[in-house]
């Protein structure tokens, strides 16, 4: 599949399996985790050419935690067992310190709307699609004899959601601009 | 992280890469804000990746990932090169790196206190007693308080040779009181605006803020410009603090001279420059009290460390010299299409973004007046301090500011406090009519933590060093 040659996000499976054991390990009364993994490319275009083109493949775990009715959250961008150790510790140690209050509550399970947010031609764009659609621009304004500058991304992404309360399936998006 | 460093550069070398970079690089952020008597908010942030730059058929192409093992370093470096490529396409000029960067060796922000070694209950504490004098004062509505402590570890190995370590510290704070009217709302800061001030430093920073003994003072001025006049409009002298010096210098020195903004790199987004390569030795940017440096190794600075993240060595260098438009901040790729060689600004906010040209520690040298003199020498003008707004053109020419405070200057004497006091000018005219800068003893570094440039987005935390400065025949306030 030619998504899968560019774009590259954790396997549901796994996804579901990290946030399921970040849960497990947890020592607070209420935990949440969100993760969200994005892949996205872009490139820069200047006085015709090309001068910046890149691409990153990162992910965010946040951790909410409710202790003894204090809130504590940190985030970290790791999915490993270690990582969610400490992100669990850094979490449990803030709600340590917050005083306590009134909590916002974990969510209660809901029917999750299905979001219709995919788009393989835009998740699979390789790095020379881009740069196609970018000679095209370029090469226009060349014969207009002016001078073209811009940027052309796009980008993929997922995002899990669970807690103790509840879990939401995986969502998937892609975004051109 | 050497091994995957070295795997990097291998794998780049042996796809047909003619240069490549690679960065791995560990952040973590605590920001802890409190309000109105409470701890609002307390943020534990890490992240940690690496990125590789390629050259390939003469193009650039750059790839990140958050994994660490070695499988990822090579997906990551092949993605890297398959972008080279595809820009090899449309391109312009071939990149010219001009000559190679052995740099080797480690460097650590000097400090006195780790600040990730300071019990959060410490900090805490320290921003609720500033707190409760600020809620001390009669008349006060809204009280923040904020620290922000960041710890970066990064490796920069190349394939010319350069392999070095950095671990660089960040420590700031920073209070505010807002205090409200049924038709006004007004608020003071200390010591800077936009929430706190940061240096490269420990925790000694922070106290030596002594935040809970400026609380008061900004919680009563907060107050008192609910009742001050509005600040009048014409053409004055105009005195600014160091603080909005150092924001005056940012916006109307460091970006113009930016050399990427100069060659249309950032055009799509950040913007150009007025300070075109033609007028480098030639344009009287100021008068002869404007000294302005670009200054890598200035104790304390955002934009202080041991080198670039080309591996260029932290330096000193001149933007402006005696008022004459003498330099520019550049990178290897921008310095050698002037045939000159780079100066070292080349950095990145993360493990995940090319480096792009930042501003260092760009500073206003020392002159040799002061507040107070300048003060006695004006027969009408107005006193402004600490920023409140900014907006300049994106060649960096035409300008407006706005101070949370202001005080008349009337015969020699400070007079009333004035409120939403603004001034607008055009860049040269403004810096070759700053006739007085301040001294050694009223020299400070400012951090600037909010310095927006690039796509994908990156924010940058620069400094600047400044005194108060004097300017003459400044259009101050709203003219009709």
């Known amino acids: ?177 | 992280m050497k091994d995957l460093a070295e795997a990097a550069l291998n794998a780049a070398q042996v796809k047909g890469a003619s240069y490549a970079d690679v960065r791995l690089d560990e952040h973590v952020t605590q920001d802890i804000i409190v309000k109105n008597g409470q701890l609002a908010a307390v943020s534990d942030d890490a992240s940690e990746g690496f990125g590789v730059r390629v050259i390939v058929d003469g193009a650039w192409g750059f790839a990140g990932s958050a994994r660490l093992d070695k499988a990822e370093v090579e997906q990551v470096t092949d993605r890297a090169i398959r972008i080279a490529r595809a820009s090899a396409r449309v391109r312009s000029a071939p990149v010219d790196l001009g000559p190679p960067v052995t740099s080797r060796g480690h460097y650590r922000t000097p400090l006195e206190r780790d600040p990730f070694a300071v019990p959060l209950a410490e900090k805490v504490d320290l921003l609720l007693r500033a707190d409760a004098a600020m809620g001390s004062v009669k008349g006060g509505t809204i009280r923040e308080g904020s620290m922000e402590f960041i710890r970066q570890a990064k490796l920069f190995a190349s394939t010319e040779g350069a392999f070095i370590e950095q671990e660089l510290f960040e420590s700031g704070a920073g209070i505010e009181a807002t205090a409200t009217s049924p038709d006004d709302v007004q608020n003071r800061s200390y010591p800077n605006s936009f929430g706190r001030h940061q240096g490269s430093a420990g925790y000694e920073y922070i106290t030596a803020l002594e935040l809970d003994r400026h609380a008061g003072r900004i919680a009563e001025e907060a107050v008192a410009l609910l009742s001050a006049p509005q600040c009048p409009s014409g053409v004055k002298t105009l005195i600014l603090d160091a603080s909005q010096t150092a924001l005056q210098i940012h916006e109307s020195c460091g970006h113009p001279t930016e050399l990427d903004r100069v060659f249309g790199m950032e055009a799509a987004y950040a913007g150009t420059s007025f300070m075109t390569p033609e007028k480098l030795n030639h344009l009287q940017y100021g008068s002869r009290n404007v000294t302005i440096t670009a200054d890598a190794l200035t104790p304390t600075g955002l934009g202080t460390f041991g080198w670039d993240d080309e591996g260029i060595p932290a330096q000193r260098t001149f933007l402006i010299k005696d008022g004459l438009f003498v330099g520019y901040l550049t990178s290897r790729e921008t310095a050698s299409v002037l045939g000159q060689q780079s100066n070292g600004t080349m950095r990145a906010d993360g493990w995940n973004r090319i480096p792009l040209i930042r501003m260092t520690n760009v500073n206003l040298e020392p002159g040799d007046s002061s507040l107070a003199e300048m003060v006695s020498e004006t027969k009408d003008g107005v006193y402004m301090e600490t920023n409140r707004s900014w907006s300049i053109d994106d060649k960096r020419l035409n300008f407006q500011f706005g101070t949370q405070l202001a005080y008349e200057v009337i015969n020699g004497k400070r007079g009333r406090m004035l409120k939403n006091a603004t001034y607008a000018g055009i860049t040269p005219e403004f810096w070759n009519s700053c006739d007085a800068v301040g001294g050694r003893a009223e020299w400070r570094v400012w951090g600037l933590a909010n310095c927006g440039k690039g796509q994908p987005p990156q924010v940058a935390h620069v400094a600047h060093g400044a005194a108060p400065a004097r300017f003459q025949h400044v259009k101050v306030g709203i003219l009709k």
């Open chain 1, 1 to 177: 599949m030619k998504s899968m040659e560019v774009v590259r996000l954790t396997d549901e499976a796994e996804l579901k399996q990290f946030m399921t054991r970040l849960l497990q390990r947890s020592p607070a009364q209420e935990t949440e985790v969100m993760v969200t993994e994005d892949d996205s490319a872009l490139t820069r275009f200047a006085n015709n050419g090309i001068h910046q083109n890149v691409a990153e493949r990162d992910a965010t775990v946040r951790v909410r935690v409710v202790k003894d009715g204090k809130t504590g959250v940190a985030s970290i961008n790791q999915m490993s067992e270690a990582a969610a150790a400490d992100v669990l510790k850094r979490a449990v140690a803030i709600a340590d310190l917050q005083p306590r209050s009134e909590v916002v509550p974990m969510p209660g399970p809901a029917a999750a709307r299905r979001v219709d947010a995919w788009s393989d031609a835009t998740a699979s764009a390789t790095p020379e699609e881009r740069a196609d659609f970018v000679e095209t621009v370029c090469a226009k304004a060349g014969r207009a004899g002016l001078k073209a500058f811009g940027a052309f991304s796009t980008s993929a992404g997922q995002f899990g959601w669970a807690s103790t309360t509840i879990s939401v399936p995986r969502k998937r998006r892609s975004i051109p601009s």
